[in-house]
């Protein structure tokens, strides 16, 4: 266990925006959590994977963060499925990577993705038709109510569209997944038709695992979706809104031009993208150290000497904007500390 004082966490997120933790305790073994949570006390906890999808403010966090360095991966594949225990230290785009390469089947679309294992299904994470819940088995935590290692199965998860009882909640600490993959050699029937054009094949059809990771990482650098210190957009946390999910009698009085998708429950999905960039927020906004990613609506972007205070004055005028436009209540994806 490692304990360091007054540390800023500006470079430990992908937005690199904001102030220093009062302190951080960097574990590499979780052995060692009850410990630190017994030093921790009541005191205000916040657990950092990769920081993808975190705005820390300017004032920085008042408290004690938490980052577990475990990275252990164990995959058996002597069975029709694959089972895959993945540590929540694990860089998530390096294990979609490993299992790809094996030609095992369920996350390839999930490509690129930054971040730690242990924030999959912390937000449901998911992209180009496949999200973690469609593979999770399980996920195991500490939970500090019950001061134990337990197993929550996907069920009890309360999974939804980049939400999950986790989310919002300090109650459990992810230690680690358990994923179920498939042992085919072609991936399951594509759902994303801008990934099936990529591919050249007819959306629902099917193609080796390799060439839909390829397919999907090409895509996200198009939208300046990875991280890449070459690309000056890369400084974001990815797509700053959520896809609002809207009752479809709401949807009904929405100009026909709106992009929508039905979705299983009757609700309809909009475009987020769509909408800012109709509100009058254009791919390439630049305000102050602060802007709109040139590749893509949904990712707001920092330049040096950006603040989180310049960056969340930007994402409320948008939101007044399409509120103002459309009626439409956009919520925020990243974690805002």
Known sequence: MRVSHDVPLAPLTTLGVGGAASRVIDLDDERELPDALREIGDGPLLVLGGGSNLVVRDAGFAGTVLRLATTRVQIDAGREDVVVDADAGVVWDDLV??????????????????????????????????????????????????????EIPKRDCELAY?????????????????????????????????????????????????????????????????????????????????NPIIPTAIAMRLPPAVPRWPQPDGRVKLAAAWLIEHSGFAKGLARGHVGISTKHALALVARPGATAGELLALADDIRAAVRVSFGIDLAMEPVVV
């Not at 999959?120 to 939970?143: I, K, S």
């Not at 179920?180 to 054009?197: F, K, N, S």
């Open 162 to 242: 980049r939400h999950s009882k986790f989310r919002g909640s300090t109650r459990w600490i992810i230690l680690g997944v358990r994923l179920w993959l498939g042992r085919d050699y072609m991936a399951t029937g594509i759902r994303y038709a801008e990934l099936a054009t990529a591919l050249g094949i007819p959306e629902g059809h099917r193609a080796p695992p390799g060439e839909v990771r390829a397919a999907v990482l090409a895509l996200r650098r198009g939208k300046g979706m990875v991280v890449d210190a070459a690309d000056p957009d890369t400084r974001s946390a990815g797509s700053f809104f959520t």
């Open 97 to 150: 990577a490993q299992v790809v390469g094996e030609r095992f089947t369920g996350v390839e679309c999930l490509a690129g993705i930054p971040g730690l294992v242990g924030a999959t299904p912390m937000q449901n994470v998911g992209a180009y038709g496949q999200e973690v819940g469609d593979v999770l088995d399980h996920v195991r935590a500490y939970d500090r109510e019950l001061q134990r290692v337990v």
